[in-house]
């Protein structure tokens, strides 16, 4: 709305909406107009009410705000749904006794921090199945395929072929329909910024704009539909936002558990993290080396001893070849779809 948003966020290059800008408008009409003129509007005409140039009034709420308020109630439902195991299963960013100095308010934050980041653990887990699931089937039905082709023509290898690809279609759906991957992106960057807002909290990080806190300057450049993301951490910091930590105990807080070493923290987590991607990196090296040593000994096989071969040992050291390098190229697709191809980790152990 005109004159309630600062000039200098009006010129920032932002993907997402003013969210000032929504308003739910009830025509009021005075019993006795002034002037003998009654309101052009009635009860029947309230209406969503917003900056759009084009259609600034709409019946229905706008797609952009619906979505957000969609994924809101998403988040919630999952919560109820799941609240026993998040209660056995969290994991909270305040240790008793190291937390003990910390206002009440930032437990606030931690809270929903525990149920986001119980909830992103428990989607990625989803995730990482079915992409398990998707590609033992597609290494399968490539097996199938080989087996029909390179060794014996049985019918039974085609059924089994077809039945893979429907399991692996089947876990395709049902993630698709519980909206496991999106879910798990969601709730692991509502987690992460839950993270960052309670450290910042502890220690007391407060904008040149007392008006404009951590979840202001949260995805403002990303997909629109994130707004949930800073709506749930502004009520979450509400508390520790109107009363800002001004005790120094609490940057040492931030700096010890959030920022760490070696061990612990940040550092300590990103440490084992690269360690051990780096050691699955490795695994699908060797595994590479390993399927093109095998092809490169078959080819020689069959150039030194084909003439000697029968039929039967020719489909043997054909189908040994396809079956390794078709375990490779699912491996390095797993790796890909779950991130662990990445070149940084060599630069990280550099």
């Known amino acids: 709305m005109p004159g309630l948003t600062p000039e200098s966020a009006a010129t920032q290059q932002m993907l997402v909406d003013d969210e000032s800008d929504l308003v739910y408008h009830i025509p009021c009409s005075r019993l006795n107009p002034e002037n003998g003129q009654s309101s052009p509007f009635s009860l029947q005409d309230a209406c969503w009410y917003t900056k759009d140039e084009q259609a600034p009034r709409a019946k229905e709420l706008p797609a952009q705000h619906k979505l957000i308020f ?3 109630t998403e988040f919630s439902a999952d919560a109820i749904k799941y609240a026993d195991g998040i209660e056995s299963g969290k994991w909270s960013l305040l240790e008793e006794g190291k937390s003990d100095s910390l206002p009440e308010a ?5 809270k929903l921090y525990c149920v986001a980041d119980w909830l992103a653990i428990f989607y990625q887990q989803k995730t990482l199945r079915t992409l398990l699931v998707t590609h ?6 490539g097996l199938m395929f080989i087996l029909y082709t390179d060794f014996k023509s049985l019918q039974i290898l085609l059924i089994s072929f077809l039945g893979f690809f429907g399991i692996a279609a089947a876990a395709q759906f049902i993630a698709k329909r519980g909206a496991w991957h999106r879910k798990y992106l969601d709730y692991r960057t ?3 910024g839950l993270r960052v807002q309670l450290y910042w909290a502890a220690a007391g990080v407060t904008s040149e704009n007392k008006w404009k806190f951590a979840h202001d300057n949260y995805l403002q450049s990303q997909n629109a539909e994130f707004g949930w993301i800073r709506n749930v951490m502004r009520f979450a910091g509400l508390r520790a936002d109107a009363r800002p930590n001004k005790a120094s105990s609490g940057v040492s807080f931030s700096l010890d558990e959030w920022v760490g070493d070696r061990d612990r923290g940040q550092l300590g987590y990103f440490r084992r993290k690269a360690y051990e991607r780096l050691k699955r990196y490795q695994l699908t090296e060797r595994l590479g080396t390993m399927s093109l040593a095998i092809s490169v000994a078959a080819v020689f096989s069959f150039l030194l001893f084909g ?4 039929e039967l040992t020719e489909g043997l050291v054909t189908v040994t070849m396809g079956f390794f390098l078709l375990l490779f190229g699912v491996r390095e697709g797993y790796t890909y779809a779950t991130a662990n191809d990445c070149r940084y980790h060599r630069l990280h152990q550099l």
């Open 307 to 310: 003439s000697q071969m029968n």
């Open 106 to 110: 930032i437990k606030d934050i931690d």
């Open 190 to 192: 509502l987690a992460e």
């Open 70 to 72: 969609q994924r809101s």
């Open 136 to 141: 033992v089937m597609a290494f399968l039905m």
